[in-house]
């Protein structure tokens, strides 16, 4: 198979590790960096171009979409689902990892066990939110981060 790993880095450890696990396996690995592909966005010949030459016969791509450039990353993503590239992350399923609150409702919603959490937009409601959850001892994370 022909295999491209998006990264910005081909150096990053899990990067190198992918691509000489597939190499290892006997497949064609590729590491392009996402933030240097453009796009022509037609309904007749969706293409990806990286250094000036079309992406093409790739099977399948391993998104390494890092959080920061999660809408161009994910827009890179959906071109080749769009291509009919078998992507081993949806750009769907990325968008999603990467809004902490759908998430949580998601999981809430399917009947995940989670810890009691709240949510607020103002600081404002501090005190009405820390009641909500029954009090403290309780962890209060920032809705957007990796952490």
């Given at each position: ?31 392009i960096d996402y933030l240097r592909c ?92 820390i009641d909500i959850v029954g009090g ?12």
């Open positions: 198979m022909k295999i491209a790993i998006l990264s910005q880095k081909a150096s990053l450890y899990s990067t190198r590790r992918l691509k000489e696990t597939g190499e290892q396996r006997g497949h064609e690995m590729k590491v453009y796009m022509n966005i037609t309904s007749h010949r969706p293409t990806v171009v990286y250094q000036g030459k079309q992406l093409e016969d790739f099977n399948a791509i391993i998104p390494r979409i890092g959080a920061s450039k999660t809408f161009y990353g994910t827009a890179v993503v959906r071109q080749f689902e769009i291509m009919g590239v078998f992507s081993a992350n949806s750009s769907q399923a990325i968008s999603r990892s990467r809004d902490k609150l759908r998430c949580m409702q998601l999981l809430a919603k399917e009947g995940i066990g989670l810890p009691v959490t709240g949510f607020a937009h103002s600081t404002k409601d501090i005190e009405g939110l403290a001892p309780l962890v209060i994370k920032l809705l957007e981060g990796t952490q």
